[in-house]
């Protein structure tokens, strides 16, 4: 079992940067993979990102390539979310999750572990 606590959300304006970060309790992150999703109000929770236990092969959803950034770091029981070029439309609760397997998932109900998440807005 593993729990998480996101950070790093807040108010930004269109075309800023925000780092995003959760970190996880016990000792076996690293058998997890991880993966970050949001919702926004009204709206559905949504797949943004995944990594695997060994911080490669990430897989983004496609309105976020090229703009965000997954990493992570297992020393510190930590994964990131790098966001840049942060539009509107982007804001929502950001969550992060965490899954047995394989990374390639991006169904909520596909990950077992979650955080209590964080406000991300940015205003235009």
């Known amino acids: 079992q593993v729990q998480l606590v996101e950070s790093g959300g807040g108010l930004v304006q269109a075309g800023g940067s925000l780092r995003l970060s959760c970190a996880a309790s016990?000792?076996?992150?690293?058998?997890?993979?991880m993966g970050w999703f949001r919702q926004a109000p009204g709206k559905e929770r949504e797949f943004v990102a995944s990594?695997?236990?060994?911080?490669?092969?990430?897989y983004y959803r496609d309105s976020g390539k090229g703009r965000f950034i997954i990493a992570r770091d297992n020393a510190k029981n930590t994964v990131y979310l790098q966001m840049n070029g942060l539009k509107p439309e982007d804001t929502a609760v950001y969550y992060c999750?965490?899954?047995?397997?394989?990374?390639?998932?991006?169904?909520?109900?596909?990950?077992?572990?979650w955080g209590q998440g964080t406000q991300v807005t940015v205003s235009s």
């Open positions: 999750a965490a899954r047995s397997g394989s990374n390639y998932y991006s169904r909520p109900s596909q990950y077992a572990y």
């Open positions: 016990g000792r076996t992150f690293s058998s997890y993979a």
């Open positions: 990594i695997s236990q060994g911080g490669t092969s990430p």
